[in-house]
């Protein structure tokens, strides 16, 4: 399927998720559903660096979170100076660029780093940037900073809605981006890179390149989901917007959805985050970080590959033309983190 | 004749061991070159040298009139250096085919040459074909026996379109016809005016390969002239068969 086809289906398809959620007449429904979708464009954009080139990303809650200061800083500006408030698109599309930004600079400083190195660089790079913001009064340093959400927007109604409606067409702008990724040039470069480099490199695969494009990418897509979260939560504290959950979550998804394809990490994204968001209301949020952990144990040892690995292995009792083109059947150590 | 691949004082030291000592190299265009040296001699440092996948400290390397040092392996590559591993590296979660395309997306695409999607098709089944692994163009690699392995290797570093191939131990491992094989296939490319620099183990195939000898031994080179008169060389058979 071609991609503007592809992305048209996938925006019928939230057409179609957000004329339900308004049928529901619960607003609950939209605060939930806005947490399972940016697990949705955070586990998509984990899986293009992690996933596809196989460098395991420990520090997406900085990335995130960038986005959501960078939201915030935005907000104390406008605030302070009386300047006229800027739309939620262009909020997104700034934390993207500051996280991309980031992402580039990561990249640059740490792909000559590989496996647990780069593992271990990248949670530096979270507790680096997590001390920052910890420090920086402007956007309330330790103490958080408050963001007043408006009550209702014109014609969507309350402002929560909106929120559901941005972070929706987010979900379909990554899903896109990385499906269009697997099937290019770029997917088969990043593939080459999380099969074997040096065999990448000596294939003329320009590798140093397409690893810092694939850290500019995924920083990006985890600063946009970061980008609206102030007004979804607030008030914002480093702690929570630096915590575990974020980071384990992008990574638990992705590996408990499939990572070779961008339909492991929406799989993913949507069982976990759903099964979280039942256990908030049916037992605590306390628990969904067991849930996480409990899935991860259990798909490790039964389907190391995912849900989609589980279907391709099923697929492949079937003459080979129907399997994907990148199936993994048994992963190197170095690209199980 | 203008030399396709001069190597100049090179030296390559890993800590306190001198892996590579001063080797001088010149190999012309269309040369069926044979390196060969005892486990530990320094042959696939020199290769990870010439390919950029190791930078030497001291002397040159120059490709084609250029010089590479300091260049990155995939620049190397593009500019028609091609080398196969001695353990095959293949794309595993790729197909035979999808492996084969990645050198002609990368490398001939790099080149300025675009290839459409139908021309790429074309060229891996027509490279798999050469091979023998037409067949098994949908298989994934570990579907491949040993000496299809090493094929697959070769195809994908011809698929590079190089200038200068370099078969690093493409026959360890092989039974005899298997060998001919690999030898058939390294001809024919040679013939198609591939310069081919061959590392091998079996002297056999060397020595019905090559049309020059180059000997290493603790990273010097002890030899360096036509097959029968550097296997005749008192220092050579020292080396491989001692004092």
């Known amino acids: 399927m071609r991609t503007p086809l592809f992305f048209l289906m996938w925006l019928g398809i939230a057409a179609v998720v957000f004329g339900l959620a308004l049928s529901s007449g619960n607003d609950y429904v939209f605060f939930a559903g806005y947490v399972v979708l940016q697990y949705v464009v955070l586990s998509t954009a984990w899986n293009i660096l992690g996933g596809y080139c196989g460098y395991v990303n420990f520090g997406s809650a900085a990335f995130f979170a960038l986005g959501a200061y960078s939201t915030v800083a935005i907000y104390k500006f406008i605030t302070e100076n009386e300047f006229y408030r800027l739309p939620m698109p262009v909020l997104i599309l700034i934390g993207g660029a500051v996280s991309g930004l980031v992402g580039f600079g990561m990249g640059y400083l740490t792909l000559r780093l590989r496996g647990a190195f780069f593992a271990i660089a990248t949670l530096a790079l979270a507790v680096v940037l997590q001390t920052l913001i910890v420090n920086w009064d402007f956007v309330g340093g330790s103490r958080g900073a408050y963001i007043v959400r408006p009550e209702e927007i014109a014609p969507i109604g309350p402002y929560i809605r909106y929120l559901f409606l941005c972070m929706l067409l987010l979900a379909v702008a990554a899903i896109t981006i990385a499906r269009l990724i697997e099937h290019s040039r770029l997917g088969y470069g990043f593939a080459t890179i999380r099969d074997d480099e040096l065999a990448a490199e000596a294939a003329g695969v320009p590798t140093l390149k397409l690893k810092l494009i694939a850290t500019t990418i995924s920083g990006a897509l985890m600063g946009m989901a970061g980008a609206p979260f102030p007004y979804y939560i607030g008030y914002l504290q480093p702690a929570s917007t630096f915590g575990l959950d974020y980071a384990v979550n992008s990574i638990a998804m992705p590996l408990i959805g499939g990572t070779t394809s961008w339909i492991g990490p929406l799989v993913g994204a949507i069982l976990l985050g759903s099964l979280q968001q039942i256990a908030t209301v049916t037992i605590s949020s306390a628990v969904n970080l067991l849930i996480v952990g409990l899935l991860l144990v259990g798909f490790v040892i039964v389907a190391p590959n995912g849900i989609v690995g589980l279907v391709q292995t099923y697929l492949r009792r079937k003459p080979p033309e129907f399997v994907g083109r990148r199936h993994v059947e048994t992963q190197s150590p170095e690209t199980v983190p | ?213 180059v000997v290493l031994v603790s990273g010097k080179k002890i030899a360096d002239g036509k097959p029968e008169d550097v296997m005749r060389d008192p220092e050579v058979e020292r080396a491989y068969l001692g004092q």
Not at chain 2, 11 to 19: E, H, L, N, P, Y
Not at chain 2, 27 to 53: D, F, H, M, Q, Y
Not at chain 2, 174 to 183: A, K, M, Q, R
Request: charged share 25%.
């Open chain 2, 1 to 213: 004749m203008s030399a396709l691949l001069a190597i100049d004082n090179l030296s390559k030291r890993f800590g306190g061991f001198v892996a590579l000592d001063k080797i001088s190299l010149s190999i012309p265009a269309g040369e069926r070159l044979g390196l060969i040296g005892p486990n530990g001699s320094g042959k696939s440092t020199l290769v990870n040298c010439i390919c950029g996948t190791l930078h030497n400290e001291q002397g040159s390397v120059e490709f084609d009139g250029r010089k590479l040092d300091g260049l990155d392996a995939h620049r190397r590559t593009h500019l028609g250096l091609a080398r196969s591993f001695q353990l095959p590296r293949p794309f595993v979660s790729m197909n035979l085919a999808d492996n084969i395309r990645i050198p002609l997306l990368y490398t001939v695409g790099a080149r300025g040459i675009h290839l459409s999607q139908h021309l790429i098709e074309e060229r891996c089944a027509t490279l798999l074909r050469e091979v023998g692994l037409e067949a098994k163009a949908r298989h994934m690699p570990r579907d491949l026996t040993q000496v299809e392995m090493r094929k697959l290797e070769l195809a994908r570093a011809m698929a590079a379109e190089p200038k200068l191939l370099i078969a690093d131990e493409a026959m360890a491992g092989l039974t005899h016809s298997e060998v001919e094989d690999i030898l058939t296939l390294l001809v024919r490319l040679n013939d198609q005016g591939v310069t081919v620099i061959l590392i091998e183990h079996i002297m056999s195939a060397v020595m019905s390969f090559s049309r020059r000898l």
